[in-house]
C-alpha cells in the first residue's frame, strides 16, 4: 500500500507519518530525512542537495525522484510506504505513477493536512527536531516529557537550519504553488481525500485514519 502524506511545511506531515507508521506497518519514507542523511555522509547526492536545502528551495526533481525510487526499492518497503515530503511538484508526482504502474502498484492515498499559511510560520518556527532521528517536537504545541530530550531515543533536540525564521518564508513562498499542483494531480485521479490540519495532534490523527480507511474501502482493499 502505497500512502501520500500532502501537506505545506509545517503541516505535520512527519508527525503524523509516525501515527501511520506504527498502525499500517510499512515504512516512513520522507525526502527531506533521506536528503539531510545524504549530507551527512557526503554522497553525491548529499552535495548536490545541500545548497538548495540551505536556501529553502526544492532540490532537482532528477535526482530527487532516483533517490526516491532507490528508497522504494529496499526490501522493507516491497509492502508499501508511507511517503512524506514526496512528490513535491506535478513532474515527480507523474513520475510516482510510472514507477509504482510498472510494478503493478499505485498511489492507494493521498492525504492532504490542510494548514492555512498563516499557522506555519509558528509552527516552522518553533518547531525541534531530535539529533538521532528526526523526530519532531514543538517549544509550546508539543513540548517532550524532559526539556530538550527526544521522549523516543533520548537524543538532543535541535532547531533545523532551514526552521530559521529568514529560510521559512523562503521556503513557504517556493512551494506552496507547487503544493497545488501535486494536490490538482490527487484530485484528478480520484486518491486525493483532506484533513483539517489545524486540529490538535491526536484529532489529526484520527480524522487521517479514518478517511484512509473510507477510502481503502471503497476501493475494495480493506
Ligand atoms: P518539511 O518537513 O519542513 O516539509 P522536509 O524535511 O520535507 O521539510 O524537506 C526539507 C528540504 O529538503 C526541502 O526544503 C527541500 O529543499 C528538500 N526536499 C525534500 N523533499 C523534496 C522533494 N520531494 N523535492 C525537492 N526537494 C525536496
Ligand atoms: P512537516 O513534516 O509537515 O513539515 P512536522 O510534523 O515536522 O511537519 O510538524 C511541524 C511542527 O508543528 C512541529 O513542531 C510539530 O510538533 C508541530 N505540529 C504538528 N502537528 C501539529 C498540530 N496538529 N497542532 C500543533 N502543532 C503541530
Redesign the pocket.
Known sequence: MIVVLL?A????????AAVLRERLGIPHVATGDLFRAAIRAATPVGLEAKAYMDAGELVPDGVTIRMLEDRLALPDAAAGAIL??FPRTAIQAEALDQFLEARGSRVDAALL?DVPADLLVE??S???VCQASGH???LE??PPRVTGVCDLDGSALVQRADDAPATVRARLAGTLGDLNDVVAHYRATGALRVVD?R???PA?SAGLLAVLDAGLRSMGLR
Open positions: 501537506g511545511p509545517g503541516a505535520g506531515k512527519g508527525t503524523q512524506d515530503g493536512i509552527r516552522l518553533g518547531r525541534r519532531p517536537y514543538h504545541l508539543n490540519g486540529q490538535p495532534i489529526v
